[in-house]
């Protein structure tokens, strides 16, 4: 009797343990599979409805602290090579007259790819809009510059596109050689201050490029130096009215079908969520809302 009730104990232990690897390996499954492809799903939806009540192409490159792993290890995102890729095979499977609207959330980026974003949108015939439900800083800023109309949140914000040099400002590196005197100052740093002299010349030079899309030939070369030479922190925000008084075309007009697009890109956080409200009841046809996390930090430019 005593070896039967061992013998049931075992076989009852080995159930349990089954059970709880078949647990853990669905919820493996639908962290790292089930609940992305969802995601995604509802995020195609809301961007073709988009499409197909504006009748244009319809890019989104929406950059949040998402978590990827099966850790939960939340990973900051900002504008790469392969971001410039995908969005400029959109552009060239979009027909040359289809207006396009770009939707931008980013703390901005490698300069390659923003500059390579920001060339093909400033050659399309047909119109480029970009809506900016929260920021656009540094290189999200680059690219929107070239817009035919910049649609804005009244509370978002683009930011100043001064180059970053190992993660240093171009224009204070070159305050050094202003400061010291050369034989005070590391190799190390002559050479970052060469590098910054050569970088603020040359991102001067496409913002100008770009700007005469819009503006003529001088205001477009002033405007790129106001962007450009440093007179600001790199994170300072350039708010609606600030855009308006530089010449910068700004409507605030952002269809609720954006933030319903937000909505669908969480925040990722290992712990909760540091702002909760509760939706209050709506008319029919009114926005919606929803409970939110507070939106990305902008990471410092690499």
């Known amino acids: 009797m005593d070896e039967e009730r061992r013998s049931w104990r075992r076989g009852l232990w080995r159930l349990v343990k089954a059970l709880g690897w078949l647990v853990a390996l669905m919820l493996i499954v639908q962290q790292a599979w089930w609940a992305p492809f969802r995601a995604e799903v509802a995020r195609t939806r809301v961007i073709d409805r988009f499409q197909q009540d504006r009748k244009s192409r319809v890019i989104a490159m929406i950059h949040r602290q998402d978590t990827q792993s099966l850790f939960g290890v939340p990973v900051s995102q900002s504008i790469t090579i392969e971001d410039?890729?995908?969005?400029?095979?959109?552009?060239?499977?979009?027909?040359?007259?289809?207006?396009?609207?770009?939707?931008?959330h980013t703390p901005g980026g490698l300069v390659l790819a923003a500059e390579q974003i920001a060339k093909a949108l400033v050659e399309r015939k047909g119109k480029v809009t970009v809506f900016v439900p929260h920021y656009a800083m540094s290189g999200g800023t680059l690219i929107a510059l070239t817009a035919d109309e910049v649609v804005m949140d009244p509370n978002a914000v683009l930011g100043p596109v001064d180059p970053q040099i190992g993660g240093l400002p171009a224009a204070s590196i070159l305050k050094v050689l202003e400061l010291k005197r050369p034989a005070q100052i590391s190799d190390e740093m002559l050479v970052l201050a060469d590098m910054a002299a050569k970088a603020r010349l040359q991102v001067a030079a496409f913002v100008a490029e770009i700007l005469l899309k819009h503006h003529p030939k001088d205001r477009a070369a002033a405007l790129a130096i106001v962007l450009t030479e440093g007179r600001w922190t790199h994170d300072f925000p350039i708010t609606i009215e600030a855009a308006r008084q530089l010449g910068i075309p700004v409507s605030v007009n952002v269809p609720p079908i954006i933030y319903e697009l937000m909505d669908l890109y969480p925040q990722g956080s290992a712990g909760r969520p540091s702002v909760l409200y509760v939706p209050t009841r709506?008319?029919?046809?009114?926005?919606?809302?929803?409970?939110?996390?507070?939106?990305?930090?902008?990471?410092?430019?690499?």
Request: net charge neutral; charged share 35%; proline share 17%.
């Open 84 to 104: 410039s890729e995908a969005i400029l095979r959109a552009i060239r499977l979009t027909p040359p007259e289809q207006p396009l609207d770009l939707i931008l």
């Open 282 to 302: 709506r008319d029919r046809g009114s926005p919606r809302e929803s409970t939110g996390s507070p939106p990305a930090r902008a990471p410092e430019e690499k």
